[in-house]
């Protein structure tokens, strides 16, 4: 399998981010943390990838367990602890500034 294309990657990456900030303001509803604990997307199958993507194409690459699927897989797995860590550090920033007001 070749690599997707560079529009392809970053719908991926938007797909990711969009999936962190939702999975981070969740666990933040839940219960108050200050630290993300991503899930490990190599252990997603096609089906939870198409959930996110809508693309069986991408799908299928992310499960190949290609070479170039595991450096993606990599750097996606980065990408989501620092937009689930982020929002979850922009939620905390948040309720700071609400005490002081309140």
Excluded at 15 to 27: F, G, N, P, T
Excluded at 52 to 71: H, I, M, P, Y
Aim: glycine share 2%; net charge negative; charged share 25%.
């Amino acid at each position: 399998m070749i690599l997707p294309e560079i529009r392809e990657i970053s719908m991926v990456v938007d797909a990711v981010r969009d999936y962190a900030v939702a999975s981070a303001r969740a666990c933040c509803e839940e219960r108050l943390t200050e630290s993300y604990q991503a899930p490990s997307l190599a252990s997603w199958d096609a089906c939870m990838w198409f959930d996110l993507l809508q693309n069986w194409e991408l799908s299928c690459f992310l499960v190949s367990g290609t070479d170039r699927a595991k450096r993606l897989l990599r750097s996606l797995q980065s990408c989501l602890q620092w937009y689930g860590q982020s929002e979850i550090a922009e939620h905390l920033k948040r309720l700071s500034v609400l005490s002081i007001l309140n």
